[in-house]
């Protein structure tokens, strides 16, 4: 749906205020429980709402249903909502179980935008539940008014949930008071593979407490399973307060799916009756688009695609990865030719032009997976680029090469990687000089997570591309809980005046662990 008005920038503290956290304040049904076909009063939306895939002039807006209804969404300038637009969206039901979205188009720049949703009963539009308030900022038109985000990614993982004697998901609470543009989710959005038990004992003594639910009392098979994994984050309140405020930008790794799960890869864990693991992506597939509003990854649809460019201004275009879908098998990595890799071969040729397309000063590459750390699965294969082999590339090393060097020689500049994965934080500056690869220019990679799961000791470094471990932040065993040790975020703030990028590591508790100032118009840094 589109709409043409240009609206006045509100004040920014509004956003703050009492619309959000009446929306995030509504009673949850049941825990896991599925819409009834069938149910006296109104419709209602007690998951909340979301915004995503935002840019200068759109948005997309989500909600969830808890019966069919109609998806009505109003846009205004202010909370007041006076001559407020509206724009009628889907019909939501049991096909994309009961979510739905709304394109909104014709926005202002670089503006404040309040929306409500209205959920309207499909055969008495007269019947409409109780508006969910929601807002977002459009990226701007100028370069002078700056960009700031957050990103981390890990949810839920490790038997780690919602823990209401704690505040449940805290971390978000605490990014959303920060108010940025918008939040980069890394992947692992959810544990599919990760039971939640109803308590764990910590090696102190001390009981862990869970929020549990059926889908999560197992792992996931069935596409109802998938559902219900997505659904659990949407139980906690700072979840649906974050979300009715932040626009997010989404992509996912293993844990949508199962632990280091590749294409074509058949299960022996006697957990699952599921055997093919291309069966369970495709189930996770789906219901990961239908649990976040993104553009290219329509909700249900087989076509559609993770990887993206998401364009933030002429400040900034994000390049969305999708490590997983493509990747060849998990091994030693030790192939002298890898035209497959990690990207697969048209995603490695899409990123290229598209780097090359670009004209925005900085270019955040969001990686769900790290290039120079080395993640094992098992004890001879690997699962992320870097297989422990310090000498030239080989395997997925191969085709990282490749996209170094083209960046390098078509002189691409404001080039930095983002990631999440392997749940601790830290900095690493990949050089030339101290690589067994040398065609490729300096350039940072930054580590931030997890959000909310178990905390591991730190990976070793793989020596190919030369990175140098300028921070890290990480505990000394694995799988530490929340309680035992801060969750991690990062944040990106780019200066509109100098373009400088500031990259701040976070320990929950508002604690800025490290900080780094990147100068824009370098290809390597």
Known sequence: MSHTPRFPSPDRRSVLRGTLAASAALA????????????SGRPRAPWGVQSGSVTASSGLVWVRSDRPARM???TSATESFRNAHRCHGPLIGPGTDFTGTTTLRGLPAGEQVHYRVTLADPDDPRRTGEPVHGTFRTAPAKRRDGVRFLWSGDIAGQGWGINPDIGGYRAYEEMRRLDPDFFLCSGDTVYSDGVIEPSVTLPDGRIWRNITTEEKSRVAQTLTDFRGNFRYNLLDENVRRFNAQVPTIVQWDDHEVRNNWYPGQILDDVRYTEK?????AERARRAFSEYFPISTLPAGEREGRVHRVVHHGPLLDVFVLDMRSFRNANSPGRQADDTQGILGAEQLAWLKRELARSRAVWKVIASDMPLGLV??????NFEAVAQGDPGTP???ELQIAELLRYI???????TLWLTADVHYT?????APERAAFKDFAPFWEFVSGPLAAGGFPANALDATFGPERVFVRAPERANVSPMESPQYFG?????????ELTVRLRAEGGTVLFSKVLQPGHVGQ
């Open 72 to 74: 009505i969404v109003e």
């Open 491 to 499: 944040e990106v703030d780019i200066d509109g005046g100098s373009g």
């Open 394 to 396: 080989l395997g997925r």
């Open 408 to 414: 390098k020689h078509r002189r691409i500049t404001g």
């Open 375 to 380: 993640v094992a699965d098992g004890a001879a």
């Open 28 to 39: 949850l049904p049941a825990l896991g429980s599925a819409p009834a076909l069938a149910l």
């Open 426 to 430: 830290s900095a690493q500056h990949y």
């Open 276 to 280: 093919r693991v291309d069966v369970l």
